[in-house]
Nanobody
Framework: QVQFKESGGGLVQPGGSLRLSCVAS????????MAWYRQAPGKARELVAR???????YAVASVRGRFTISRDNAKNTVYLQMNSLKSEDTAVYYC????????WGQGTQVTVSS
């Protein structure tokens, strides 16, 4: 089964930016849809954004216009560009197959705080 390794998180002030990366151990071209999810303390994991095999993207309303998902099939890597970060974006961010998920990686912590 494909495994995912997320990176790029950190501590950032409100209004700041981060770029997350997710490297897959196998071909994301073959996987098809890929997504970023997040889990805030005490809350369930939720979808943030997804990209389909054809490049079509979707982001949930709370991050739309601020976050952009992209993919590089040649590098088996999915990215999440996060701009205008807010305190409510604080969470552990994970990438995974969109829909029927594979095993979860360790994620990367994003903390938005002044």
């Amino acid at each position: 089964q494909v495994q995912f390794k997320e990176s790029g998180g950190g501590l950032v002030q409100p209004g700041g930016s981060l770029r997350l990366s997710c490297v897959a151990s196998g071909s994301i071209r073959n996987i098809g849809g890929m997504a970023w999810y997040r889990q805030a303390p005490g809350k369930a994991r939720e979808l943030v954004a997804r990209t389909l095999w054809n490049g079509d993207t979707y982001a949930v309303a709370s991050v739309r216009g601020r976050f952009t998902i992209s993919r590089d099939n040649a590098k088996n890597t999915v990215y999440l560009q996060m701009n205008s970060l807010k305190s409510e974006d604080t969470a552990v961010y994970y990438c995974n197959r969109f829909g029927e998920n594979y095993s979860w990686g360790q994620g990367t912590q994003v903390t938005v705080s002044s």
